[in-house]
Each structure stands twice: as structure tokens, then as C-alpha cells.
């Protein structure tokens, strides 16, 4: 009987470690959502420095690494946490998938201060190279600097078959930044975590996943400077 009691309390520990655990994850996942969401509309607030309107309109992907906040970047580790969703036309924007970036000249700009970044996915092959478990920036998908401004001719060669964009933010100054050599990668546990089940980056953005609520806000506004097709801004 005492062999018996002592089993049922370690699997009672072992039970209240996991929820209090999972619990935890969750409010992290809900905290970088919101910061997410804060970060893209100070930038996007920023006077006549956010990202050119119709390169965002033209964006099939966004994705958004918020750092120097809780839940966002690891201080002195190269790689941070955050998220993208994807444009489904004709009926917004879908529920978004967890990423982390790490390496090559991310983490060395990172430097421990306070950065965030937000890229942009340009074409089909780019949002492939997203739904993906794994890839490298400027080895397998293309990025560059983007332009910083309200509008932008968006003609140049480097903007027409760059697959990605991307931006940083780091003591109130948005410029473009270039994160060749950083690997992008999903993180199933953040999506177990936001889900409950450790479902890929491609089942959320193909699988029609309703957007939780937790996302919600995110979700929103991307959606307010960037609405689906033939659908004016809030």
C-alpha cells in the first residue's frame, strides 16, 4: 500500500509540474503576442519611418521578433522568439505560427540591447521556404534590407526578387537590416503551447486554424495596415 500511495503522489507531482509548466508556457506565448502586436504598430505609427505601405500590401507573409520585453529575446543568447501569419486572400489573415531566428549576424546586432525585427515574405517562394521546419536567410531564401519610408517605388531589382524583407528596431531607430546567414525555424512548442497540440507551422497557415483568442490582437493589426484584398483599413 505505501508503494502504491508514494506512486500516486509522484504521479500527482509529476501531473501539477506539467499543467503549472504548459501554464506558464502559454502566458509567455501570450505576452510575446501582445508585445508582437505593439511593436508592428509603434513602427507602423512611426512619422513617415515605418515600413512602405504598398510593400506591406503586397506582402504575402509578416513575421515579428520582438525583443528586450518578456518572453522575447533570450539577453546574450543569439536567437529570438516570435511569430508570422500569412495573407489568405479575399478573408484576411490567418492564425500565426511560432518561429525562432538564430545565428549568423542576428545575434552579434542583438548585442543584449533592445531589438526588434519584422520581415516581410515577398513571393510563394518565400512563404514555402516559411512553412518549412528550417531554413537560411540568404542561402535558401533571399533577403534584403528593406526601404524604410511611407512609399517606396518598390522597382529596383533588389525589391522585386528579394523573397524577404527586414527591418529592425533598436533604440527608437527603424532601418533595414540585413539577417543573411540566420536560420528561421518553427517552434513546435510554442505552437503546442498557443494550441494545444504540437501541430507544424504549414497545418496552421494551410490548415484553415481558427486564430486564438490570445492572437487575436495581432491578428488585428496586421490586419489594420494591411487588409485583405479590396478591403480599406480601419
Known sequence: MRKIYRLAVCLGAGMVAA???????????????????????????????????DLLEKAQCVAIVPGGKKGAFIVGAEYGKGYFTCREHGRGWTAPGAVIVEGGSFGFQIGGEETDVVMLVMNDDGERRLLSSQFKLGADASVAAGPVGRTTAADTDLYMTAEILSWSRSRGVFAGISLAGATVRQDLKDNQALYGSKLSNKDIIEGNTPVPSAAEQLVRTIDRYSPRKNASAE
Not at 506558464?24 to 505593439?38: G, K, V, W
Open 19 to 53: 499543467t503549472t509548466s504548459w501554464a506558464a508556457d502559454q502566458q509567455e506565448n501570450i505576452d510575446r503576442l501582445n508585445t508582437s502586436a505593439a511593436v508592428f504598430r509603434e513602427i507602423m505609427a512611426m512619422p513617415d519611418k515605418g515600413i512602405p505601405h
